[in-house]
């Protein structure tokens, strides 16, 4: 008699669970489907974008292109040459001033701060603010760096207009980036290797820099290169801080203009639209060589860290 009324129920269970497979099956094939079209349809925008400027800027690149300089005016006459040179100096200055501000913020706060914030609570209370601050520069807009700069280093320190104005206030931009992307690369390094090295004897400092940071290495190198891209496309903090002269500077305290501040004069303030997709199609080039580069760097250090 049990079995008997056992029986339906079992089979009107499993009916149920079948059917409860079958719309969960259903439901996440249709949710796969959304993230997958969703990721088509950004493939497709970006290879439009990108093949547009490439192909239609194509046409105005050549070797004269890439190595006469501009010659100002209306006309947006002659090249690129002193641009790329100009780009090349800020790019190097910039990360001169921020990779060490950046990195060593961040092994403070990775490796020292916490310590240091068990301890005293006035310390705990910086520190908190310093990660507020960290990530709250991270939101601001880059005009916001810009007029900074402007009032800053520009004006109250009169560096002027100037590669040296321009650094610092780049160095600003990308800080928060440098900061972060060091602090993520810190965190992956297991525990276990730095106490295997204070159990072998080493100070905090040599298991710093000879076991944190080597593992740490190829993700303190993707956020550097990262800065690298941020700093060649950023436009509005070089306008006020940067200037604007078409002529190659000879030293940090004259001014100039980059790729992409030279693209920006080209569209708006010249008849030279050609030039303008040029410009934008060796910009485009450049920061997909800086992702190539990324992926082959990280992958390398990645495995040289790992023994492979």
Known sequence: MINENLEPMLHNNSAT???NLKVRSA??????????LAG????VVLLLVLGYVIVQGGKAVNWEFLTTAPRG?????????????????LVIITLLIATPLGVGAAIYLIEYAGEQGLT????????????????TLAGIPSIIFGLFGYALFVSTLRFGWSLLSASLAG????????IRTTEEALLTVPDDYRRGSLALGATKWQTLYKVVLPAGLPGIITGIILSVGRIISE???FFVTLG???RLPTSIMEGGRTLALHLYYLAMDTNAFDKAMGTGAVLVILIILINLTINIISSKLTAKVRGG
């Open 17 to 19: 669970l079948r059917s």
């Open 120 to 135: 005293s609570p006035i310390m705990r209370v910086l520190i908190s603010i310093t990660n507020f601050a960290v990530e």
């Open 40 to 43: 088509l349809i950004t493939l």
């Open 73 to 89: 005016g209306l006309s947006g006459e002659g090249g690129i040459s002193t641009t790329l040179g100009t780009t090349v100096y």
């Open 171 to 178: 160095a600003c931009l990308v800080l928060p980036t440098v």
């Open 244 to 246: 604007g002269s078409h």
């Open 27 to 36: 439901s996440q094939n249709f949710w796969f489907s959304i993230m997958w």
């Open 235 to 237: 436009t509005a903090v």
